[in-house]
């Protein structure tokens, strides 16, 4: 019954999508709730959130942003105040009608996201060019009103970030916005292992209400492209809107520059996706809740002993910062607990049993490989940091490849339709920037432009019309 | 202008009401909003949440706890389930009635509180007396419906964390109910530097729901109690409602046991009231989002060279752990900037002149009695941390001595009645346990049954009526 409670998992390459709501439920990553649309993020799906939030953290700490928090509700006429803005979020904004036992006089806006909100406070707080620039982040949740629903990927209420930063020139906020963007791509790429293309977003693509929208996309197992993070530049959009107006050094009142970035616990999903395998999970260590999981072995009279060991070396592991985590639960069997543990993704795995006992060694497994290697107990703590290190690059390096195996460069509209039917992936190709064009290959083949690049396009022809292409862009269906 | 901005402030002792509103908002901690009843937690305010989740995360992780996250809404009928629950709760609810553009078929409260949700999914997961305990803690926002607002002490929505457990027995959810009333004793003592009382609830003020609530209050400079957490026993009455049974080892399915307990951004209300003063905040050093501020002092030439030493002795200070900023802005005065310093609670103060340059040394300065300290740089290191440690220990002390002096004991209750008017503070007295000399002591004094002592109430008659006393209990006004 337990045995086969985790082995029934589809194959990941034979039914990828009930693969991937299995190994996330069986996990215990997330589960659904009553709630429509809605997930709980359980304990070890909360724990990989919390080691991204660390890492990332860190990184806007270290530039200089400050958390803040600002309420949850939106008024409906602050909502109105972009135009693009609302006309984006208002089709899937969830109201509050009713509070205290009254009817409200304004419905409040949960936030899809908070610009309305900010972008009035920060007006208030702006006087002089000596208060810019203003670097604030917010780690928070948000609700979109979803029709359909995906565990981590797409759900009506989530966990996220969203940066809001005012800037005194142009050119800062534009600086802010890529370098926001180098932040999340040494995120993704260094924290969670997943290589990611970074370009502009098309007029149709990018965020309501910015002037430009810069994008990390991923690629899938399933030649999907996943949008791991976005970042926005405002122009003076939101500062006209809102009035943010300061008092320059040379006596003028001028409008503040303003940006907006969000990275979420989809991320989460894309590293399920690009990292799991048949038996489950494979967590990027850096972001694993649990690093090695030390199984001991024993029948009968040695358990006292192994287990004693065990906790031992668990402890020294500890005491040097790994996340470390003994199963010595004694209603499983080693088998089965080897098993769950490659289901829940643990990078390494310490088997100890009497002969390791009396070797003074333990077994290191490998979770992408299964590579096996005897190492002594005094070796493990120089040994381990670097077989997690080894495995954080390897899966890095297998992503990488699948990327690059699956990036095909096309000018031929017919062969990029046979590619997005048959192979999918992303297909870099020549664009004249039109919707038009946008649309029809939208219509053709569910493709979307995924990014820009800023390759020279001088020369080439629009993949799908005869006029001069103005980019190369990748193309791509998408999550 | 600008001076007068710092110094405009009431005094504490005269105007306590306005002096809390304006440091609130002067030392940048919150700011009101246009959304009824919600602020913004701007940076430096939510920097001392930071610190206070980091602190109190350790403690919980330390006990076995873990982080997740459940939906912010909570259909009506799951509200519902509890009897009492609802009945507290949902006068207070803000309830969403409409989302994606349709009116819903059934209203969705925002979180008060989430014991409804988290209980549904709790009788999912738990089948066997193996599942059990369950230790999750959540770091959210929630929304209660308030009429009369104060920054931070009472607003509609607000930050803080729930945690949710569920037991085999009896005993082991009792044991959790007050093991999680010592960490946050520990918390609130020992990181806060607020002295608490620990003590059950009345009926009358306990948890809609509970079996047994366990408050800690704390006494403020105008004589009114804070409640700074809570801790809740329920008994099986959630585990009936959402009907939450386990299989234990001797074969019979049982109903689990359940707690449920928090403490919120109030916290940081509490500690603005208890330990500032005319000047400003005071900050306890081991939640000070900044512990010391270097000041450099210069006229002219010596700039560049006391600037370049101040980010000199800061890194050496943030190298060692410390939380440390230089404040080099040229626009003010080094007067005005002790006095914003003052105004925004940084424990110490580091002042850097050309005389101090010259002396290899610094000016230290302590917010709490402004004592002054010639410390030569290569002292500094280990000099800052222990004056830290003296300003956290003298600011509890005072805080103690002050509670000690108007903790007042009583069994007459003409004299009850007397210092409730004029002194206020805490009252300890004997109290039959009934209601209806609760509501006469309430509406004679507006003071409450803040928590019950364990002392024996052996011979000693109710302050309010003659029957026998039941409990010696603390009574004061509250917030």
């Not at 009254?102 to 406070?121: D, K, N, W, Y």
């Not at 209420?157 to 940066?163: A, V």
């Not at 990018?206 to 791991?228: I, V, Y």
């Not at 320059?248 to 990292?275: C, N």
């Amino acid at each position: 019954m337990v045995e086969e409670y985790v082995t029934a998992i589809p194959k990941k390459s034979e039914d990828f999508s009930e693969w991937y709501v299995q190994i996330v439920r069986r996990a215990e990553l997330a589960d659904y709730t009553p709630v429509k649309g809605c997930m709980v993020y359980r304990p070890y799906g909360y724990a990989i959130w919390e080691n991204i939030q660390e890492a990332l953290d860190r990184r806007l700490k270290a530039t200089g942003h400050q958390n803040a928090y600002f309420p949850l509700f939106i008024p409906e006429s602050f909502l109105a105040k972009e135009a693009e803005h609302v006309k984006g979020f208002a089709p899937e904004v969830a109201w509050v009608t009713q509070g205290g036992g009254e009817e409200l006089e304004e419905r409040l806006a949960i936030r899809p996201t908070s610009e309305a909100i900010i972008m009035h406070m920060y007006a208030k707080w702006v006087r002089s060019y000596r208060d810019l620039p203003i670097l604030i982040n917010l780690w928070n949740n948000v609700v979109r009103w979803e029709k359909v629903t995906r565990l981590f990927l797409r759900t009506t209420e989530f966990l996220w970030q969203e940066g809001h930063t005012a800037h005194r020139t142009s050119e800062d906020a534009m600086e802010e916005t890529l370098r926001i963007a180098e932040i999340y791509r040494d995120l993704v790429e260094n924290e969670l292992a997943i290589p990611v293309y970074i370009g502009r977003k098309s007029e149709q693509e990018k965020f309501a209400g910015a002037q430009a929208t810069f994008a990390l996309e991923a690629l899938m197992p399933d030649g999907k492209a996943l949008q791991a993070g976005t970042t926005h530049f405002f122009g003076q959009n939101f500062a006209k809107a809102f009035e943010i107006k300061y008092l320059d050094s040379d006596g003028e009142q001028k409008y503040a520059w303003t940006t907006s970035w969000g990275v979420s616990t989809r991320l989460i999903g894309g590293l399920i996706m690009v990292h799991g395998d048949d038996a489950g999970l494979i967590l990027p260590p850096r972001v694993a809740p649990i690093q090695v999981v030390v199984v001991p072995i024993f029948y009968g009279n040695e358990q006292e002993e192994v287990i004693r060991k065990a906790h031992e070396l668990a402890q020294m592991l500890i005491g040097a910062g790994l996340r470390v985590k003994v199963d010595d639960r004694d209603e499983y069997t080693p088998g089965w607990k080897f098993s769950e543990w490659e289901l829940r993704g643990a990078p390494l795995r310490l088997e100890l049993g009497p002969r390791d006992l009396a070797a003074s060694s333990a077994i290191l497994v490998r979770r992408d490989n299964r590579k096996k290697e005897k190492v002594g107990w005094d070796a493990l703590i120089s040994r381990i940091p670097v077989a997690l290190e080894e495995i954080q690059s390897s899966l890095f390096q297998r992503a990488k490849e699948f990327r690059t195996a699956n990036t095909r460069r096309t000018t031929d509209y017919v062969q990029f339709q046979r590619v997005m039917e048959e192979q999918r992936g992303f297909l870099l190709a020549p664009w004249c920037g039109e919707g038009a064009c946008e649309d029809r290959i939208k219509a053709d083949t569910t493709a979307t432009v995924r990014c820009l690049t800023t390759d020279t396009a001088a020369g080439a022809t629009c993949l799908c019309c005869d006029r001069p292409a103005a980019h190369w862009a990748y193309f791509a269906k998408s999550y």
